[in-house]
Nanobody, 121 residues
Framework: VQLQASGGGLVQAGGSLRLSCLAS????????MGWFRQAPGKDRLFVGG????????TYGDSVKGRFTISRDNAKNTVYLQMNSLKPEDTAVYYC???????????????WGQGTLVTVSS
């Protein structure tokens, strides 16, 4: 599967942004999907994930209650809705795909290119 993230940009603190990740192929609904982020000079962080049919999701503590992951299998797309953004959310955001166990704990096999989100104070 090939993944392409989009939707990044510059937003003020307190604002919202929605990222999208478009997957290629006809088997999108067989993959669990996740979002990660990496700030300059820091390790990549698991933001959260969603299972293959969207019935279950999980989030990292730093974004819980502010970010929401959803998917539209008919459009081969997973979304990351980010609300109440903070300057510390500034990072390159990546989407990823996984088959099998591990999607809730950040284990992913396939990665897209990142999209930059910058939150100004």
């Amino acid at each position: 599967v090939q993944l392409q993230a989009s939707g990044g940009g510059l937003v003020q603190a307190g604002g919202s942004l929605r990222l999208s990740c478009l997957a290629s192929g006809r088997t999108f609904n067989s993959y669990d999907m996740g979002w990660f982020r990496q700030a300059p000079g820091k390790d990549r962080l698991f933001v959260g994930g969603i299972n293959w049919n969207g019935s279950s999701s999980t989030y990292g503590d730093s974004v819980k209650g502010r970010f929401t992951i959803s998917r539209d299998n008919a459009k081969n797309t997973v979304y990351l809705q980010m609300n109440s953004l903070k300057p510390e959310d500034t990072a390159v955001y990546y989407c990823a795909a996984n088959r099998g166990a591990g999607w809730m704990t950040g284990v992913y096999e396939y990665w897209g290119q990142g999209t930059l989100v910058t939150v100004s104070s």
